[in-house]
Nanobody
Framework: VQLQASGGGLVQAGDSLRLSCAAS????????MGWFRQAPGKEREFVAA???????SYADSVKARFTISRDNAKKTADLQMNTLKPEDTAVYYC????????????????????WGQGTQVTVSS
């Protein structure tokens, strides 16, 4: 499975941005999809994930501001980011893991199998 993240950029605080992760290879509908981020000098952290059946989970810091979605026909997983804050500045990575319908959402970096190359999001104050 190859993942390609896109949509990053430079925005002002309060703005919105939509990231997209395109998958190729494998069977997309059998993947759990996730987004992580890594700020300078910090460890990569969980942002959001969506199960095969559409269940979602979010980090507390982005709840009510970010929304993850998936389109199995297009083989994409998007992250809609609203009301962006300077502390959201980071390189955002999409990730995937083969899953069954009952697989719980994993929030640890080491639990995820496939990674995209990352896209930079910079939020100015």
């Amino acid at each position: 499975v190859q993942l390609q993240a896109s949509g990053g950029g430079l925005v002002q605080a309060g703005d919105s941005l939509r990231l997209s992760c395109a998958a190729s290879g494998g069977t997309f509908s059998r993947l759990m999809m996730g987004w992580f981020r890594q700020a300078p000098g910090k460890e990569r952290e969980f942002v959001a994930a969506i199960t095969r059946s559409g269940g979602t989970s979010y980090a507390d810091s982005v709840k009510a501001r970010f929304t993850i979605s998936r389109d199995n026909a297009k083989k994409t997983a998007d992250l809609q980011m609203n009301t962006l804050k300077p502390e959201d500045t980071a390189v955002y990575y999409c990730a995937a893991i083969p899953a069954i319908l009952t697989t719980p959402i994993y929030k640890e970096v080491n639990d995820w199998t496939y990674w995209g190359q990352g896209t930079q999001v910079t939020v100015s104050s």
